[in-house]
């Protein structure tokens, strides 16, 4: 980068500055918080993280140099929020992955579930797709997804969005798509579970592993 288009010492102590301010707000509203979804937390942490990128970018500009510092889900973070500052009303957008791991359990579960309840004979249970009609249609999701196991299931990712919005929506008015309409710049928080995110955590293991193991080979070689 040319030094016509490089930040200067300035701008980079500036965001310097405004790291701190930042990391001060942060603590204040942890410490006052109403909640664990307090808005003022989530608010601080955003204001954090972006001016934590923007520290780190005019750093690099600069001086070629980084910091430590890894905000999660800054990649692929939402939009700003522009939705109403007091919602009247919020979807909560679930998602949850599962596979067929064992069919064989899913399939004794639903013909159980079908014996039980259902007099007429349907045998919906004597296929996948319909023996997951049966499960989705008899127990909650929360309840699934806490007995996955019991029903041949096995966890993928999921995910849940809260969305704000200023009026409750009509009955029926989106039922034919529920999916279809949702203004990333309205959702208020999300939460993500997802293997890769334990994947990383073991590399982090491994690698920590690996440099211990290192460290202990360099002192017996000290010693010898």
Known sequence: MSDAVQPTAAEVRAAAEAVKTALDRHLAA?????GEDDPTVYEA???LAAAAETYDELLYDRY???TPFEIPGTDDALPPYTGPEEPHALSVLIRRDYAVAEPQRLLAQAQRIEAADYEDGAEASGTVHGALGILFGEFEPDEIASRHKEFGLEEGDSTLWVTAADEPADP???LEGPFEQIDAQRVVCRFDVSAVFDDEAD????DLDTDLDEDEDEDLERHA
């Open 30 to 34: 942890v410490e006052r918080r109403s």
């Open 64 to 66: 070629d140099e980084v």
């Open 45 to 47: 942490f955003n204001e």
């Open 172 to 174: 029926g008015e989106w």
């Open 203 to 206: 590399d982090e293991l491994d």
